[in-house]
């Protein structure tokens, strides 16, 4: 396995990758991988020649700047858990690397942004965009692998695609969980044990809307989901049932076949995001 801190080494790696005729599986992420990553890098594997996993805490996508310098950073570790899941190469840039002068991109993803996430975290989405579509010009990869834990971010990135017109196929891949229900996240290892026992009560909330679909109004299900989220150690900063395709609240169960859930809460200092196909 090869790791650079790169831009030039990486491109020079994927031109020599491409000059075989090899297909080239991608796996972005910020580090502190957990076994969620590892699903992603074993999916990649499989469908790919060659496995490129780049880590690198973007900061331009972090609009708490208390939330970037507690994000946790493991890269030994890492670097660890992707050689043995046979991952290739390794890219790891520093921030002067990626970000030379102040990025000036634009991205214009209509409603996309400015529900759930995008309401909460104004700019988050433009980093998000601006990171990768760098990343996806570095790699030049045939695939590219990203959780939907992050429903809302893989939504941006296939529409990002569509308006750059960038020639790589977005692979969504399931969320991984623990035993209880709680979506797999980097950030579960800033959890104390009474914050990280509470957190369950995430899965809980999406699982009340699961059972309550069509049962009880769309209303009345967001209210069920809210409340389970408001106790000692967690508060509820949105729970939402949405159009898949636009991100859009519904109103009645009956405007999409394929509604979702999506829930963002504070668990003591942390926030955490899930989201459950209804």
């Not at 801190?5 to 972005?28: H, N």
């Not at 623990?178 to 995430?202: F, P, T």
Request: glycine content about 4%; charged content about 25%; aromatic content about 10%.
């Amino acid at each position: 396995m090869l790791i650079s801190k790169k831009i030039v080494e990486t491109q020079d790696f994927t031109r020599q990758i491409r000059l075989k005729g090899q297909k080239i599986g991608f796996v972005p992420t910020m580090g502190a991988l957990h076994a969620g990553h590892i699903s992603l890098i074993n999916r990649a594997k499989a469908e790919n020649d060659v496995v490129i996993c780049s880590i690198f805490v973007n900061p331009i996508q972090f609009n708490n700047a208390n939330d970037l310098a507690l994000y946790p950073r493991t890269f030994e570790k890492d670097c660890e858990l992707l050689k043995k899941a046979g991952c290739d190469f390794i890219f790891s840039p520093e921030v002067e690397e990626m970000y030379p002068e102040k990025a000036s991109e634009d991205f214009n993803f209509g409603e996309l942004e400015t529900f759930l996430e995008g309401k909460f975290r104004p700019g988050h989405f433009k980093g998000v965009a601006i990171v990768v579509s760098r990343l996806f010009n570095i790699v030049n990869p045939d695939n590219a692998y990203f959780g939907l834990k992050d429903f809302q971010q893989v939504s941006i990135i296939k529409a990002l695609v569509k308006e750059k017109n960038i020639p790589v196929n977005i692979v969504a891949c399931p969320t991984l969980r623990e035993d209880d229900g709680l979506a797999m996240s980097s950030r579960n290892v800033r959890l104390s044990e009474d914050e990280r026992r509470e957190a369950k009560l995430i899965y809980k909330a999406l699982l009340s809307a699961k059972e309550n679909k069509e049962k009880i109004s769309i209303e009345s299900a967001k209210e069920i989901g809210f409340n389970y989220l408001n106790t000692q150690y967690l508060s509820c900063e949105y729970f939402e049932i949405v159009n898949p395709e636009n991100l859009r609240p519904l109103k009645n169960w009956s405007d999409h076949p394929h509604p979702v859930a999506c829930v963002a809460a504070w668990c003591g200092k942390t926030r955490l995001i899930d989201n459950m196909l209804l």
